[in-house]
């Protein structure tokens, strides 16, 4: 399994220990959101934004009740190595697979289905 050091109030790309989780996160573009499982913690955390220099911000950003965890965390364990890995919730399950049904989504579709 993935672990990252907890070294920051974000998370820098560089302190994953996996290859293929720190290349997904990369890719990800600006203000880009995902859920993470990380110490037994599920939360949401979105790519930081480029910087005004151009360069991108390799990191992720906590943000809901996962940014008090995280910030916690921390204070009080700085320095500590804990597991990581991405999770997908039903949301973003649906939002993924309703782009692939599109044909789905139209007036005719919204009218006879509406009162369901």
């Known amino acids: 399994m993935p672990h990252v050091e907890i070294t920051d109030v974000a998370i820098w790309v560089k302190h994953i220990d996996h290859p293929e989780l720190r290349e997904r996160l990369r890719r990800l573009p600006d ?3 995902l859920t ?3 110490d037994g913690v599920v939360g949401h955390w979105s790519r930081m934004k480029t910087g005004r220099d151009g360069r991108p911000t390799e990191a992720i950003k906590p943000y809901g009740p996962m940014k008090k965890v ?3 965390w921390y204070r009080s364990r700085k320095g500590a190595s804990v597991p990581i890995r991405e999770v997908k919730t039903a949301e973003s399950y649906l939002a ?3 782009k692939t049904m599109d044909e789905w989504n139209s007036r005719e579709d919204d009218e ?3 009162d369901l």
Do not use: G, M
Request: proline share 0%.
């Open 31 to 33: 203000e880009a959101s």
């Open 36 to 38: 993470l499982e990380i």
């Open 70 to 72: 995280w910030s916690e």
């Open 96 to 98: 993924s697979v309703a």
């Open 112 to 114: 006879a289905f509406r």
